[in-house]
């Protein structure tokens, strides 16, 4: 048995993915450095033409082995190419249900070329489902840092400077405007005086769309922690670690799972979210924070004093000891041996 982790980028999350795929002796990694045409609707052919490009070179000389299997680590980037003239031994890793109609007939057309489909959490199963796509399994998403080499939360208040009694909220990752760090500068406004005197705004991430300079006018009159700039390994845990509220204030437009999400979930920090993307639906399952009319300032600064008020209530399940790269890995590796017998 083979397996053939076919991937066409190495920065942000893609790396430690396939590097902890690859622990398993069985896998080997297939990249290809090729650029996508992004805009469907900008250059028609061109758009498919690099998708079926992308594809032929994941393939070549593996599709007629029988003991191989390609597993496309990102789906999303391929299934619009719904023009495969045969079923193919493949699986796919799916982060993001498409939004648009005819994205989704895409997927649904693809689904059917390819032995399995991996998500990242039941509620995206279950859309796929709703879609009529059955052929579906789900690996939940790992935190795939080594939080024990770093300090614990008052070691890197006091490294930090950061007052012992101030609550931390905290805005990870970069500024595009699908994230909505608007909506939380907005919302900050909102908030009762006696609670913002307390509160840390900690924004954490690479310059995008939303500036440095707005940022900071739109915190003068609050405690802020700004860093624009793409930080290291150790510096996005110990953000985590500062940390006792996690703010996603993400757009209808965002999909999938969250990377900063996940990395509060495993060290038990209270989430707030939108409550009718996929993250807010996992937090209400769970129990791990609250949730917010999606783009709504106000309704999310009610929210946060809300959550404040009952910060140690959250977290009455083990669901965070399941975000780990040994289950993620013995997920896998059940789902590509099962794969592997059941080769019709």
């Not at 053939?4 to 896998?27: A, Q, V």
């Not at 310059?207 to 624009?228: C, G, Q, S, V």
Request: aromatic content about 10%.
């Amino acid at each position: 048995m083979r397996i053939i982790l076919c991937d066409n980028r190495m920065e942000g999350h893609h790396k430690p993915y396939f590097s902890t795929l690859l622990k398993l002796n069985y896998t080997k990694l297939k990249y290809v450095e090729l650029d996508l045409a992004p805009s469907l609707k900008k250059n028609f052919f061109k758009y498919f033409l690099s998708r079926r490009k992308l594809i032929k070179e994941f393939l070549k000389n593996n599709e007629e082995n029988d003991d191989v299997i390609v597993h496309f680590l990102t789906l999303d980037f391929i299934y619009s190419y719904m023009f495969l003239k045969k079923s193919i031994n493949a699986i796919g890793t799916l982060h993001q249900v498409p939004k648009s109609l005819l994205k989704k007939i895409f997927l649904k057309i693809f689904s059917k070329k390819i032995r399995l489909i991996i998500v990242h959490s039941e509620f995206l199963k279950e859309n796929l489902k709703r879609m009529g796509i059955e052929n579906v399994r789900v690996v939940n998403y790992p935190s795939f840092y080594n939080y024990s080499k770093i300090g614990n939360k008052n070691e890197l208040r006091i490294k930090n400077k950061i007052d012992s009694e101030k609550i931390v909220l905290s805005c990870l990752g970069g500024t595009r405007k699908d994230k909505g760090l608007n909506i939380l500068l907005e919302s900050l406004k909102y908030i009762n005086i006696n609670f913002k005197k307390n509160l840390l705004i900690n924004i954490v991430g690479k310059e995008e769309e939303f500036k440095k300079e707005y940022i900071e006018k739109e915190l003068k009159d609050i405690p802020n922690r700004i860093i624009l700039e793409k930080v290291s390994d150790d510096e996005f845990m110990e953000n985590i670690l500062i940390t006792d509220l996690m703010i996603m204030p993400y757009l209808k437009s965002f999909g999938g799972v969250s990377g900063p999400m996940t990395e509060a979930i495993v060290n038990k920090i209270p989430c707030i979210a939108p409550k009718e993307l996929e993250i807010g639906k996992i937090i209400i399952e769970k129990n791990i924070g609250e949730v917010f009319n999606c783009e709504d300032p106000i309704d999310l600064a009610r929210v946060i004093e809300e959550t404040i008020k009952k910060i140690n209530s959250y977290y009455n399940t083990n669901y965070h000891t399941k975000l780990t790269k040994e289950n993620f890995l013995k997920k896998y590796d059940e789902i590509y041996k099962n794969i592997c017998e059941n080769k019709n």
